[in-house]
């Protein structure tokens, strides 16, 4: 399946080749090609497991899963002229899944996840894309809308560093706002950017709460321009959307966790609007967890009324059968 902005020609294809691959964040990694700017670039990504859950995996192939290292990144490549200070801008223009995923959340003692003290047990499900939508469980549709988890560039601090926490430079963001028609700004802090991306998501909830988005190996293809002289040093972006699960103003269900502490407020909206699927959707607990990561958007809706604050949680009514 395929988003795409019309009207650009490929000049550079990445496959995902031993060779384009790295797993950690290094500014001394030589890079896959060099471009000029106004160039455009195709990489294949492989998912953030790298291939260790695939189409027909159970739910032990992803807690046996190795975490040494994750997140297999495509890249880096080179930008004439990219030099620190300068924002690269990354025109996101097309995306292509290959036909599966997987949401997930690990045991609970590896503390990933927001809830991991409630869910002891690993958790999986592989989901069948079609075009336009991912099929749950009951009948359940959630609308795909492609993402990148992972794009950034090489930090200026020297050595390798993990591709699980974002950085100034960007990195694992998963900020699902970054689908075709987007541009992403990254501050550039080495000569040449040294730009990478991966871990990509065919759709996911505001919060990524167990985890895990819907993960999938894709093709991402993007132009990139610099930005010079930037003057800003965090990622920032220009998108349409989507804004909800299903990229519409509709009708949702809300959920609300209210706290003197903002994870707390967090983990309580979560806690009841996984409450609410398993009460009137006739989902498990872990399907429900597994819900909320893929479709249920989290929205801060108060920080200014000492000393409680309120988180909202809110799913589509219209992913539901009648």
């Known amino acids: ?33 060099t ?37 297999p990144l495509t890249g880096p490549i080179a930008i004439e002229g990219a030099e620190p200070g300068d924002a690269l801008a990354v025109e996101l223009l097309d995306f292509e899944h290959k036909g599966w995923g997987f949401t997930g959340f690990m045991p609970g003692e590896m503390g990933l996840g927001l809830l991991p003290e409630e869910f ?50 960007g990195g694992n963001m998963d900020v699902k706002q970054m689908t075709a028609g987007s541009t992403v700004y990254l501050p550039v802090e080495v000569e040449g950017a040294l730009f990478s991306t991966g ?38 972006l220009e998108t349409s959307g989507p804004f909800t699960a299903t990229g519409r103003d509709e009708r949702m269900y809300g959920t609300t966790g209210i706290s003197d502490d903002l994870m707390e407020a967090t983990k309580r909206s979560v806690r009841h609007m996984i409450e609410h699927l398993v009460a009137e959707h006739d989902l498990s607990r872990e399907e429900a967890y597994i819900l909320c990561s893929a479709a249920v958007d989290l929205k801060i809706s108060e920080v200014v009324d000492a000393p409680n604050w309120i988180v909202t949680a809110y799913v589509p009514e219209s992913i539901f059968p009648e």
């Open 1 to 33: 399946m395929t988003t795409a902005v019309p009207d650009y020609e490929i000049g550079h294809e990445l496959s995902d080749a031993d060779e384009n691959i790295h797993n950690v964040w290094n500014n001394e990694l030589e890079p896959a090609v």
């Open 35 to 71: 471009i000029e700017p106004g160039e455009v670039v195709r990489f294949e990504c492989r998912d953030a497991l790298d291939g260790q859950v695939g189409p027909d995996s159970g739910v032990e192939d992803l807690a046996n899963a190795s975490f040494d290292p994750v997140h």
């Open 120 to 169: 002891p047990e690993a958790g999986l499900y592989v989901w069948e894309l079609e075009d336009e939508i991912a099929e749950f469980v009951n009948g359940i549709e959630i609308p795909v809308d492609m993402f990148p988890g992972t794009i950034g560039n090489a930090p200026a601090e020297a050595g390798e560093h993990d591709t699980l926490p974002p950085r100034d430079v």
């Open 199 to 236: 871990d990509c998501h065919v759709a996911q909830g505001d919060g990524e709460v167990c985890v895990t988005g819907i993960e999938a190996p894709m093709f991402v293809t993007a132009r990139f321009d610099l930005k010079k002289d930037a003057g800003f040093s965090q990622p920032r």
